[in-house]
């Protein structure tokens, strides 16, 4: 079945690093563009990072630009985010999602309908 | 970039039908799409496109848009329909992704 599942969160001091991944089966990965989206304790949702299909086009929120770098790899199926100079306030649950996109009559629609169960990341000394 | 707005908490009683909206410049050109949040577990999409339904989501689920306002309505809403709504669509410049703040849903 189509599925994403993340990994490589835990428990990181302010300021170091970590790397999260998200693997994806039962689908074409390369044909799809792939977000990260995060929800703080207690918070909504927020997206982080986007990737085209090919990694031509990348986009990132104006919290984590500079700090944060989307990749995948498209043979492995897998999704990464590198995440540097980390803050108390990215303690986050982070999903990765599979994004479609679209224009139907001029109109379109961007919208992701594949999710993983999310891998928890925390920021602390 | 611009910003979805989302009233955080509405009501609805049992079998009732309630409204969620969601206001955004960007809605004038991008449909939203919605996604529904039960605790602990992981966003799920229940409407996109003009007003579509991935399998599985039942019916009472629709969604519409006027202008910059989109809409989720949930027509005999259940008990288990009690969760976090999210909207959803793209900046118009299409460099950012935006979500909505969120609107708890509670059946009474």
């Known amino acids: 079945q189509v599925q994403l599942v993340e990994s490589g969160g835990g428990l990181v001091k302010p300021g170091g690093s970590l790397r999260l991944s998200c693997a994806g089966s039962?689908?074409?990965?390369?044909?799809?563009?792939m977000n990260w989206i995060r929800q703080a304790p207690g918070k909504g949702l927020e997206w982080v990072s986007y990737?085209?299909?090919?990694?031509?086009?990348?986009y990132y929120a104006d919290s984590v630009k500079g700090r944060f770098t989307i990749s995948r790899d498209n043979a492995k199926n897998s999704l990464y985010l590198q995440m540097n100079s980390l803050r108390a306030e990215d303690t986050a649950v982070y999903y990765c999602?599979?994004?479609?996109?679209?224009?139907?009559?001029?109109?379109?629609?961007?919208?992701?309908?594949?999710w993983g169960k999310g891998t928890t990341v925390t920021v602390s000394s | 970039s611009s910003e979805l707005t989302q009233d955080p908490a509405v009501s609805v009683a049992l079998g009732q039908t309630v409204r969620i909206t969601c206001q955004g410049d960007s809605l004038r050109s991008y449909y939203a799409s919605w996604y529904q949040q039960k605790p602990g577990q992981a966003p799920v999409l229940v409407i996109y496109?003009?007003?579509n339904r991935p399998s599985g989501i039942p019916d009472r689920f629709s969604g519409s848009s006027s202008g910059k306002t989109a809409s989720l309505t949930i027509t005999g809403a259940q008990a288990e329909d009690e969760a976090d709504y999210y909207c959803n669509s793209r900046d118009s410049s299409a460099n950012h992704v935006l979500f909505g703040g969120g609107t708890k849903l509670t059946v009474l």
């Open positions: 039962g689908f074409t990965f390369s044909d799809y563009y």
């Open positions: 999602a599979r994004g479609v996109s679209g224009v139907v009559i001029m109109y379109y629609y961007y919208y992701m309908d594949v």
């Open positions: 990737i085209s299909s090919r990694a031509s086009t990348r």
């Open positions: 496109g003009k007003n």
